[in-house]
Protein backbone atom coordinates (compact mmCIF):
# COMPACT_ATOMS: atom_id res chain seq x y z
CA UNK A 1 0.00 0.00 0.00
CA UNK A 2 1.41 3.35 -0.90
CA UNK A 3 2.51 5.59 1.38
CA UNK A 4 0.42 8.72 2.10
CA UNK A 5 1.33 12.38 2.85
CA UNK A 6 0.34 16.06 3.58
CA UNK A 7 0.89 17.21 -0.42
CA UNK A 8 1.36 14.75 -3.53
CA UNK A 9 3.19 18.11 -5.25
CA UNK A 10 5.69 19.47 -2.86
CA UNK A 11 9.50 18.84 -3.33
CA UNK A 12 9.85 18.29 0.04
CA UNK A 13 7.35 15.63 0.48
CA UNK A 14 7.28 12.50 -2.01
CA UNK A 15 3.97 10.58 -1.69
CA UNK A 16 4.41 7.59 -3.17
CA UNK A 17 0.58 7.38 -4.16
CA UNK A 18 1.74 6.45 -7.77
CA UNK A 19 4.36 3.79 -7.33
CA UNK A 20 3.24 2.36 -3.71
CA UNK A 21 6.71 2.53 -2.89
CA UNK A 22 7.31 4.59 0.37
CA UNK A 23 9.77 6.98 -1.21
CA UNK A 24 10.25 8.76 2.28
CA UNK A 25 12.21 6.07 3.71
CA UNK A 26 13.46 5.50 0.94
CA UNK A 27 15.70 8.81 0.77
CA UNK A 28 15.95 8.78 5.06
CA UNK A 29 17.73 6.01 4.50
CA UNK A 30 19.77 7.34 1.87
CA UNK A 31 20.87 10.49 3.76
CA UNK A 32 21.25 8.53 7.21
CA UNK A 33 23.84 6.23 5.08
CA UNK A 34 25.57 9.40 3.87
CA UNK A 35 25.63 11.45 7.22
CA UNK A 36 28.15 8.65 8.95
CA UNK A 37 31.28 11.05 8.72
CA UNK A 38 28.96 13.87 9.64
CA UNK A 39 28.15 11.77 13.11
CA UNK A 40 31.38 10.53 13.38
CA UNK A 41 32.81 14.41 13.65
CA UNK A 42 30.18 14.62 16.57
CA UNK A 43 31.19 11.99 18.38
CA UNK A 44 34.50 12.87 18.08
CA UNK A 45 33.60 16.79 19.12
CA UNK A 46 31.77 15.29 21.87
CA UNK A 47 35.19 13.36 23.06
CA UNK A 48 36.81 17.08 21.97
CA UNK A 49 34.71 19.02 24.60
CA UNK A 50 35.23 16.59 27.11
CA UNK A 51 38.97 16.65 27.50
CA UNK A 52 38.29 20.54 27.29
CA UNK A 53 36.23 20.89 30.35
CA UNK A 54 38.75 18.69 31.97
CA UNK A 55 41.87 20.67 31.05
CA UNK A 56 39.94 23.93 32.01
CA UNK A 57 38.81 22.28 35.49
CA UNK A 58 42.77 21.53 35.78
CA UNK A 59 43.73 24.76 34.93
CA UNK A 60 41.69 26.32 37.39
CA UNK A 61 43.23 24.09 39.96
CA UNK A 62 46.76 24.71 38.90
CA UNK A 63 46.46 28.12 39.09
CA UNK A 64 45.21 28.06 42.76
CA UNK A 65 48.38 26.00 43.52
CA UNK A 66 50.63 28.74 42.14
CA UNK A 67 49.20 31.09 44.22
CA UNK A 68 49.60 28.99 47.11
CA UNK A 69 53.18 28.30 46.04
CA UNK A 70 53.94 32.03 45.48
CA UNK A 71 52.85 32.89 49.84
CA UNK A 72 55.56 29.75 50.59
CA UNK A 73 58.37 31.56 48.67
CA UNK A 74 57.68 34.99 50.52
CA UNK A 75 60.10 34.58 53.70
CA UNK A 76 58.00 37.54 55.31
CA UNK A 77 54.83 34.96 55.51
CA UNK A 78 57.31 32.76 57.94
CA UNK A 79 57.78 35.97 60.56
CA UNK A 80 53.75 36.05 60.69
CA UNK A 81 53.02 37.40 64.49
CA UNK A 82 50.44 37.07 66.42
CA UNK A 83 49.06 39.37 69.47
CA UNK A 84 47.58 38.88 72.70
CA UNK A 85 45.93 41.08 75.42
CA UNK A 86 45.06 39.96 78.78
CA UNK A 87 41.90 42.16 78.70
CA UNK A 88 40.08 42.30 75.64
CA UNK A 89 37.38 43.86 76.80
CA UNK A 90 39.93 46.87 77.87
CA UNK A 91 42.54 46.67 74.62
CA UNK A 92 42.73 44.41 71.64
CA UNK A 93 45.81 44.43 70.19
CA UNK A 94 47.15 43.17 66.92
CA UNK A 95 50.81 42.28 65.40
CA UNK A 96 52.64 42.65 62.30
CA UNK A 97 55.30 40.54 61.33
CA UNK A 98 57.93 43.28 62.17
CA UNK A 99 56.34 43.49 65.72
CA UNK A 100 59.18 42.11 68.38
CA UNK A 101 58.29 39.16 70.38
CA UNK A 102 57.61 39.97 74.17
CA UNK A 103 55.37 41.15 76.39
CA UNK A 104 53.99 44.37 77.61
CA UNK A 105 52.28 46.22 80.28
CA UNK A 106 49.16 48.35 79.15
CA UNK A 107 47.78 50.91 81.35
CA UNK A 108 44.85 52.71 79.27
CA UNK A 109 44.72 56.37 81.10
CA UNK A 110 42.24 58.04 78.88
CA UNK A 111 40.67 57.47 75.64
CA UNK A 112 39.91 59.77 72.95
CA UNK A 113 36.81 62.05 72.16
CA UNK A 114 35.42 63.77 70.44
CA UNK A 115 34.52 67.60 70.96
CA UNK A 116 31.05 68.20 71.21
CA UNK A 117 29.53 71.66 71.61
CA UNK A 118 25.76 72.28 72.61
CA UNK A 119 23.55 75.18 72.18
CA UNK A 120 21.40 77.12 74.34
CA UNK A 121 17.46 75.40 74.32
CA UNK A 122 15.04 77.08 72.31
CA UNK A 123 10.94 76.49 72.05
CA UNK A 124 11.33 75.54 68.69
CA UNK A 125 13.14 73.68 66.29
CA UNK A 126 11.38 74.78 63.15
CA UNK A 127 11.04 78.58 64.03
CA UNK A 128 11.75 80.71 60.86
CA UNK A 129 15.46 82.57 62.35
CA UNK A 130 16.14 84.83 59.38
CA UNK A 131 18.79 84.13 56.62
CA UNK A 132 21.91 83.81 57.74
CA UNK A 133 25.14 81.49 57.50
CA UNK A 134 27.54 79.05 59.96
CA UNK A 135 31.05 79.87 60.20
CA UNK A 136 33.16 77.23 61.14
CA UNK A 137 36.98 76.29 61.82
CA UNK A 138 38.66 72.59 62.85
CA UNK A 139 41.76 72.33 64.87
CA UNK A 140 43.12 70.24 61.73
CA UNK A 141 42.98 73.08 59.38
CA UNK A 142 45.52 75.08 57.75
CA UNK A 143 46.21 77.87 58.86
CA UNK A 144 46.55 79.24 55.26
CA UNK A 145 42.74 77.37 54.85
CA UNK A 146 39.85 79.71 54.86
CA UNK A 147 37.11 79.39 57.66
CA UNK A 148 34.12 76.97 56.23
CA UNK A 149 30.79 78.68 55.65
CA UNK A 150 27.45 77.37 55.29
CA UNK A 151 24.12 78.45 54.22
CA UNK A 152 21.28 76.86 55.00
CA UNK A 153 18.31 77.13 52.24
CA UNK A 154 15.68 76.36 55.42
CA UNK A 155 16.27 78.98 58.19
CA UNK A 156 15.36 76.85 61.13
CA UNK A 157 17.52 74.84 63.54
CA UNK A 158 16.60 71.79 61.86
CA UNK A 159 17.78 73.45 58.52
CA UNK A 160 20.41 74.15 60.34
CA UNK A 161 21.66 70.63 61.00
CA UNK A 162 20.59 69.13 57.49
CA UNK A 163 22.79 72.00 56.49
CA UNK A 164 26.01 71.00 58.20
CA UNK A 165 25.37 66.92 57.95
CA UNK A 166 25.11 67.72 54.13
CA UNK A 167 28.61 70.02 54.24
CA UNK A 168 30.73 66.89 54.98
CA UNK A 169 32.90 69.04 56.79
CA UNK A 170 34.14 67.27 59.65
CA UNK A 171 31.52 67.91 61.61
CA UNK A 172 27.63 66.73 62.36
CA UNK A 173 24.73 68.29 63.39
CA UNK A 174 21.22 66.98 64.83
CA UNK A 175 18.24 68.63 67.08
CA UNK A 176 17.74 67.11 70.44
CA UNK A 177 14.96 67.61 73.10
CA UNK A 178 16.22 68.30 76.75
CA UNK A 179 12.86 68.03 77.94
CA UNK A 180 13.56 71.18 79.76
CA UNK A 181 10.88 74.91 78.61
CA UNK A 182 13.05 75.51 76.27
CA UNK A 183 13.74 71.90 75.08
CA UNK A 184 15.36 72.10 71.29
CA UNK A 185 19.08 72.63 71.08
CA UNK A 186 21.58 72.13 68.25
CA UNK A 187 24.04 69.68 69.20
CA UNK A 188 27.24 69.80 66.68
CA UNK A 189 29.82 66.99 66.90
CA UNK A 190 33.33 66.20 65.84
CA UNK A 191 33.17 63.33 63.19
CA UNK A 192 36.93 62.85 64.56
CA UNK A 193 38.51 62.16 67.92
CA UNK A 194 41.41 63.94 69.38
CA UNK A 195 41.91 67.64 70.18
CA UNK A 196 43.67 67.82 66.58
CA UNK A 197 39.81 67.25 65.32
CA UNK A 198 38.45 69.84 67.52
CA UNK A 199 35.96 72.68 66.64
CA UNK A 200 38.28 75.92 67.36
CA UNK A 201 35.16 78.71 65.66
CA UNK A 202 31.29 78.46 65.26
CA UNK A 203 29.87 81.24 64.67
CA UNK A 204 26.22 81.80 63.57
CA UNK A 205 25.91 85.38 61.36
CA UNK A 206 22.40 87.53 60.45
CA UNK A 207 19.68 85.29 61.65
CA UNK A 208 21.84 82.69 63.62
CA UNK A 209 24.15 84.93 65.28
CA UNK A 210 21.04 84.15 68.66
CA UNK A 211 21.43 80.46 68.30
CA UNK A 212 25.41 80.39 67.68
CA UNK A 213 27.13 83.46 69.49
CA UNK A 214 30.42 82.47 69.09
CA UNK A 215 32.33 78.94 70.22
CA UNK A 216 32.56 80.76 73.95
CA UNK A 217 29.01 80.95 73.62
CA UNK A 218 27.90 77.28 73.60
CA UNK A 219 27.69 74.64 76.12
CA UNK A 220 31.09 72.14 75.70
CA UNK A 221 29.20 68.85 76.11
CA UNK A 222 32.49 66.84 75.13
CA UNK A 223 36.39 67.37 74.81
CA UNK A 224 38.12 66.50 72.31
CA UNK A 225 40.98 64.28 73.92
CA UNK A 226 43.53 62.36 72.89
CA UNK A 227 44.08 59.12 74.28
CA UNK A 228 46.48 58.60 76.76
CA UNK A 229 48.26 55.16 77.26
CA UNK A 230 51.21 54.72 79.70
CA UNK A 231 53.81 51.48 79.38
CA UNK A 232 55.15 49.93 82.07
CA UNK A 233 53.92 51.75 85.69
CA UNK A 234 50.54 52.67 85.54
CA UNK A 235 51.91 56.24 86.98
CA UNK A 236 55.00 56.87 85.76
CA UNK A 237 55.42 54.77 82.83
CA UNK A 238 56.02 55.91 79.26
CA UNK A 239 53.36 58.09 78.07
CA UNK A 240 51.67 57.29 74.56
CA UNK A 241 49.28 59.77 73.22
CA UNK A 242 46.56 59.10 70.01
CA UNK A 243 44.26 61.17 68.49
CA UNK A 244 42.14 57.90 67.99
CA UNK A 245 41.31 55.06 69.96
CA UNK A 246 43.51 52.92 67.45
CA UNK A 247 47.01 53.27 67.96
CA UNK A 248 49.27 52.12 65.55
CA UNK A 249 52.62 53.33 65.20
CA UNK A 250 53.41 54.05 68.60
CA UNK A 251 54.89 50.86 69.08
CA UNK A 252 56.30 49.19 65.78
CA UNK A 253 54.87 46.28 64.42
CA UNK A 254 51.47 46.82 67.26
CA UNK A 255 48.31 48.26 67.28
CA UNK A 256 46.49 48.32 69.81
CA UNK A 257 42.46 49.48 70.13
CA UNK A 258 41.40 51.41 73.03
CA UNK A 259 38.13 50.30 74.41
CA UNK A 260 38.04 51.36 77.79
CA UNK A 261 40.00 52.82 80.84
CA UNK A 262 41.92 50.02 82.63
CA UNK A 263 45.43 49.17 84.35
CA UNK A 264 47.62 46.43 84.05
CA UNK A 265 47.14 45.06 80.84
CA UNK A 266 49.62 42.34 79.31
CA UNK A 267 50.28 42.25 75.78
CA UNK A 268 52.07 39.81 74.75
CA UNK A 269 53.47 39.10 70.88
CA UNK A 270 54.60 36.07 69.45
CA UNK A 271 54.78 33.96 66.76
CA UNK A 272 52.08 32.68 65.40
CA UNK A 273 52.52 29.26 64.04
CA UNK A 274 48.89 28.88 62.38
CA UNK A 275 49.07 31.40 60.47
CA UNK A 276 52.65 30.03 58.96
CA UNK A 277 50.91 26.33 59.29
CA UNK A 278 48.10 27.53 57.54
CA UNK A 279 49.84 28.87 54.49
CA UNK A 280 51.73 25.83 54.16
CA UNK A 281 48.58 23.77 54.63
CA UNK A 282 47.08 25.71 51.98
CA UNK A 283 49.83 24.79 49.07
CA UNK A 284 49.60 21.35 50.18
CA UNK A 285 45.83 20.66 50.30
CA UNK A 286 45.80 22.44 46.71
CA UNK A 287 48.56 20.11 45.45
CA UNK A 288 46.45 16.96 46.75
CA UNK A 289 43.27 18.76 45.15
CA UNK A 290 45.38 18.74 42.00
CA UNK A 291 46.73 15.32 41.83
CA UNK A 292 42.65 14.29 42.85
CA UNK A 293 41.34 16.19 39.77
CA UNK A 294 43.87 14.38 36.96
CA UNK A 295 43.79 11.30 38.83
CA UNK A 296 39.47 11.62 38.53
CA UNK A 297 40.12 12.51 34.93
CA UNK A 298 42.83 9.91 34.01
CA UNK A 299 41.14 6.68 35.21
CA UNK A 300 39.86 3.70 33.73
CA UNK A 301 37.31 1.87 34.81
CA UNK A 302 37.44 -1.46 33.81
CA UNK A 303 33.84 -2.63 34.84
CA UNK A 304 32.17 -0.01 32.49
CA UNK A 305 35.03 -0.28 29.92
CA UNK A 306 34.93 3.60 30.27
CA UNK A 307 37.93 5.95 29.89
CA UNK A 308 38.29 9.53 31.81
CA UNK A 309 38.17 12.43 29.20
CA UNK A 310 42.44 12.80 30.29
CA UNK A 311 42.94 9.10 29.62
CA UNK A 312 46.43 8.73 28.01
CA UNK A 313 47.53 12.10 29.00
CA UNK A 314 50.95 11.15 30.41
CA UNK A 315 52.75 15.17 30.34
CA UNK A 316 50.40 16.34 32.84
CA UNK A 317 51.21 13.92 35.33
CA UNK A 318 55.02 14.28 34.21
CA UNK A 319 54.72 17.50 35.21
CA UNK A 320 52.98 17.26 38.66
CA UNK A 321 55.41 14.46 39.31
CA UNK A 322 58.35 17.56 38.51
CA UNK A 323 56.75 19.83 40.53
CA UNK A 324 56.35 17.25 43.88
CA UNK A 325 59.73 15.78 43.19
CA UNK A 326 61.25 20.00 43.34
CA UNK A 327 59.71 20.43 46.04
CA UNK A 328 60.55 17.59 48.02
CA UNK A 329 63.90 16.60 47.25
CA UNK A 330 66.87 17.35 49.77
CA UNK A 331 69.85 19.33 49.67
CA UNK A 332 72.66 18.39 52.00
CA UNK A 333 73.88 22.12 51.37
CA UNK A 334 70.94 23.38 53.30
CA UNK A 335 70.89 23.29 57.65
CA UNK A 336 71.25 20.31 58.88
CA UNK A 337 67.78 19.47 60.21
CA UNK A 338 66.04 21.44 57.43
CA UNK A 339 67.57 19.86 54.40
CA UNK A 340 64.05 18.59 52.89
CA UNK A 341 60.53 19.45 53.90
CA UNK A 342 60.29 15.89 55.09
CA UNK A 343 62.47 17.36 57.93
CA UNK A 344 60.05 19.77 58.71
CA UNK A 345 57.24 17.34 58.64
CA UNK A 346 55.57 17.96 55.18
CA UNK A 347 55.66 14.29 53.15
CA UNK A 348 54.55 12.48 50.38
CA UNK A 349 51.80 9.24 51.10
CA UNK A 350 51.68 5.89 49.11
CA UNK A 351 49.06 7.94 46.89
CA UNK A 352 51.64 10.56 45.69
CA UNK A 353 49.96 13.41 47.88
CA UNK A 354 51.40 15.51 50.44
CA UNK A 355 50.87 15.54 54.24
CA UNK A 356 51.93 17.72 57.10
CA UNK A 357 52.48 16.48 59.83
CA UNK A 358 51.52 19.79 62.92
CA UNK A 359 53.65 19.27 65.90
CA UNK A 360 57.10 18.44 64.02
CA UNK A 361 56.06 21.59 61.70
CA UNK A 362 55.85 23.75 64.61
CA UNK A 363 58.59 22.29 66.71
CA UNK A 364 60.82 22.65 63.63
CA UNK A 365 59.52 26.42 62.94
CA UNK A 366 60.33 27.28 66.90
CA UNK A 367 63.51 26.09 66.82
CA UNK A 368 64.77 27.91 63.39
CA UNK A 369 61.84 30.43 61.87
CA UNK A 370 64.46 31.54 59.35
CA UNK A 371 66.01 27.46 58.28
CA UNK A 372 62.26 26.49 57.56
CA UNK A 373 61.47 29.78 55.35
CA UNK A 374 64.84 29.50 53.46
CA UNK A 375 63.68 26.01 52.78
CA UNK A 376 60.19 26.68 51.37
CA UNK A 377 61.98 29.64 49.82
CA UNK A 378 64.23 27.40 47.86
CA UNK A 379 62.01 24.15 47.67
CA UNK A 380 59.18 27.10 46.18
CA UNK A 381 61.79 28.50 43.64
CA UNK A 382 63.12 25.15 42.11
CA UNK A 383 59.50 24.26 41.73
CA UNK A 384 58.19 27.04 39.70
CA UNK A 385 60.14 26.56 37.36
CA UNK A 386 57.86 22.92 35.86
CA UNK A 387 55.12 24.76 37.55
CA UNK A 388 55.21 28.03 35.34
CA UNK A 389 55.69 25.48 32.42
CA UNK A 390 52.51 24.17 32.91
CA UNK A 391 50.23 27.47 33.58
CA UNK A 392 51.80 30.27 31.30
CA UNK A 393 49.20 31.97 30.12
CA UNK A 394 50.30 31.99 26.72
CA UNK A 395 52.73 29.25 26.35
CA UNK A 396 51.82 26.90 29.31
CA UNK A 397 50.91 23.69 28.91
CA UNK A 398 47.46 23.80 29.82
CA UNK A 399 47.14 27.06 27.67
CA UNK A 400 48.46 25.06 24.58
CA UNK A 401 46.27 22.12 25.47
CA UNK A 402 43.18 24.01 25.23
CA UNK A 403 43.97 25.77 21.96
CA UNK A 404 44.48 22.92 20.54
CA UNK A 405 41.57 21.56 21.68
CA UNK A 406 39.37 24.34 20.94
CA UNK A 407 40.65 24.44 17.48
CA UNK A 408 39.34 20.74 16.71
CA UNK A 409 35.90 21.29 17.95
CA UNK A 410 35.95 24.14 15.62
CA UNK A 411 36.77 21.82 13.01
CA UNK A 412 34.36 19.65 13.49
CA UNK A 413 31.75 21.75 13.83
CA UNK A 414 33.16 23.60 10.71
CA UNK A 415 32.86 19.75 8.71
CA UNK A 416 29.23 18.81 10.64
CA UNK A 417 27.88 22.30 8.99
CA UNK A 418 29.17 21.82 5.72
CA UNK A 419 28.05 17.70 5.52
CA UNK A 420 24.40 18.92 6.78
CA UNK A 421 24.43 21.36 4.42
CA UNK A 422 25.26 19.22 1.76
CA UNK A 423 23.26 16.24 2.44
CA UNK A 424 20.36 18.85 2.41
CA UNK A 425 20.95 19.79 -1.34
CA UNK A 426 21.05 16.03 -1.63
CA UNK A 427 17.66 14.93 -0.10
CA UNK A 428 16.16 17.94 -2.53
CA UNK A 429 17.47 16.00 -5.48
CA UNK A 430 16.40 13.18 -4.31
CA UNK A 431 13.23 14.28 -3.73
CA UNK A 432 12.90 15.60 -6.89
CA UNK A 433 14.01 12.92 -8.90
CA UNK A 434 11.41 10.60 -6.69
CA UNK A 435 8.85 13.54 -7.61
CA UNK A 436 9.02 12.97 -11.11
CA UNK A 437 8.95 9.67 -11.21
CA UNK A 438 5.37 9.66 -9.55
CA UNK A 439 4.72 12.11 -11.89
CA UNK A 440 5.93 9.71 -14.76
CA UNK A 441 4.25 6.57 -13.09
CA UNK A 442 1.07 8.70 -12.87
CA UNK A 443 1.30 9.40 -16.39
CA UNK A 444 1.57 5.51 -17.26
CA UNK A 445 -1.29 4.53 -14.69
CA UNK A 446 -3.92 7.24 -16.34
CA UNK A 447 -3.03 5.84 -20.31
CA UNK A 448 -3.50 2.37 -18.55
CA UNK A 449 -6.37 2.89 -17.40
CA UNK A 450 -7.63 4.95 -20.72
CA UNK A 451 -6.56 1.82 -22.34
CA UNK A 452 -8.43 -0.57 -20.46
CA UNK A 453 -11.42 1.62 -20.39
CA UNK A 454 -11.34 1.65 -24.25
CA UNK A 455 -11.00 -1.73 -24.77
CA UNK A 456 -13.75 -2.65 -22.07
CA UNK A 457 -15.92 -0.47 -24.21
CA UNK A 458 -15.68 -1.97 -27.38
CA UNK A 459 -15.72 -5.53 -26.13
CA UNK A 460 -18.98 -4.06 -24.62
CA UNK A 461 -20.13 -3.01 -27.90
CA UNK A 462 -19.23 -6.19 -29.95
CA UNK A 463 -21.59 -8.06 -27.09
Same mark, same amino acid.
Given at each position: ??????????????????????????????????????????????????????????????????????????????????????????????????????????????????????????????????????????????????????????? *?????????????????????????? +???????????????????????????????????????????? %????????????????????????????????????? /?????????????????????????????????? +????????????????????? +????????????????????????????????? /??????????? %???????? /?????????????? *???????????????????? *????????? *??????? %????????????????????????????????????????????
Amino acid at each position: MAAATSSTGSLTSVSGLASGIDTKAIIDAQLNADRAPARLAEKNRAVAQAKLDAVKAMNIQMLSMRDALDLLKDKANFGAKSATSSNESAVAASSTSSAVAGSLTINVKRLATAHQVASAGQSSATTDLGSGSIVLRLASTAGSDPDITITPTTN *TMTGIAEAINAANVGVSASVINDGSA +SPYRLVITSTKTGAVNAITKLDGTGGFAGLLPSLAGLTEVTQGL %DAQVRIGDKDTGLLLQSASNTMEGAIPGLTLTLKSVA /DGIDVTVGQNTDSVRGKVQGFVDSYNKTVEAYSS +SSKYDVATRSAGPLFGDYDIR +SRLSNIQSEMTRSDDNRLAGFQSLADVGVTVDV /DGKLTVNASIF %DAKLAANQ /DAVASLFLEAGVAA *TVPMESLTRSTDGAMALKQS *TLENSILAY *TNRITTI %DARLEQRKAYYQNKFLAMERIIASLNSQSNSMTSFINGLNSSKK
